[in-house]
């Protein structure tokens, strides 16, 4: 598909413009899924060493309501793994965050600070808390770290606290995927009841994802754009 840039600012002639060449069925289901989208929550990924990990946490993301993820990569660039992820990436918004410096964290931490999110690393440490103790009365953002040695220190050191999921049997931890899926499922069950006025996107917010996701099921949606701003002229 041809590269675009951005659309920054919602146009509502484009978008019904668009809106031509998309079954009203589809469109239902854009609407199903905009009512229910959620920014309130998100996830981050530190360093993922398996693309197809970070691509089922991406899907899970997806299934339980979530606009956002962001991926913070040291040593380990993310590239999405279309089998694993079966769409949901066009789905969502993925927000990567690299520095040669070595403040990939920083960079990360402080975009989600600015958003009003308190941040909780995903660990089994001592410190942490127990998943049924955090009550998401505020914005939330939570780090999972790589399959091998889970977030980092910095990461720990830097978070806002810690939070994991106690385990009854000998291991000491879930699949990146399925304990995604066990916090998401436990929390944003507890933000809903909390009945948080900013829980579901914006009017705005909605706006400008109708317009992504036009442009991204409709076939050679950047000649139908052509036209209308010739038709505009």
């Known amino acids: ?12 002639g484009l978008l019904e413009y668009l809106g031509q060449y998309i079954t009203e069925h589809k469109k239902s289901v854009m609407e199903k899924v905009l009512s229910q989208r959620t920014r309130f929550i998100t996830v ?29 990569e040291k040593t380990n660039q993310y590239k999405i ?13 993925l927000h990567k ?16 600070k600015s958003k009003g999110y308190k941040i909780y690393g995903t660990s089994p440490a001592p410190t942490s808390i127990s998943i049924y103790d955090l009550e998401p009365s505020e914005k939330l953002a939570l780090v999972f770290g790589n399959e091998h040695e889970g977030i980092s220190e910095e990461v720990k050191q830097k978070s806002d606290g810690l939070v994991h999921i106690p ?58 754009e052509k036209m209308y701003w010739k038709l505009k002229e």
């Open 81 to 93: 793994n279309p089998y694993v992820t079966r769409g949901a990436s066009q789905w969502v918004d």
């Open 1 to 12: 598909m041809k590269e675009r840039e951005p659309l920054l600012e919602f146009d509502q």
């Open 167 to 224: 385990m009854l049997g000998f291991t000491d931890s879930f699949n990146i995927s399925v304990s995604a899926s066990v916090f998401l499922y436990d929390l944003i069950k507890k933000a809903r009841a909390y009945q948080h006025p900013d829980f579901y996107l914006s009017e705005e917010e909605k706006n400008l994802l109708r317009m992504k996701w036009y442009r991204e099921i409709v076939k050679h949606s950047y000649l139908h």
């Open 44 to 72: 981050v990924l530190e360093d993922i060493f398996k693309p197809h990990n970070a691509s089922a946490v991406i899907r899970t993301c997806d299934c339980f309501g979530l606009q956002d993820i962001h991926v913070i």
């Open 97 to 112: 965050y690299f520095r040669q410096d070595g403040s990939s964290v920083d960079a990360c931490f402080e975009a989600l």
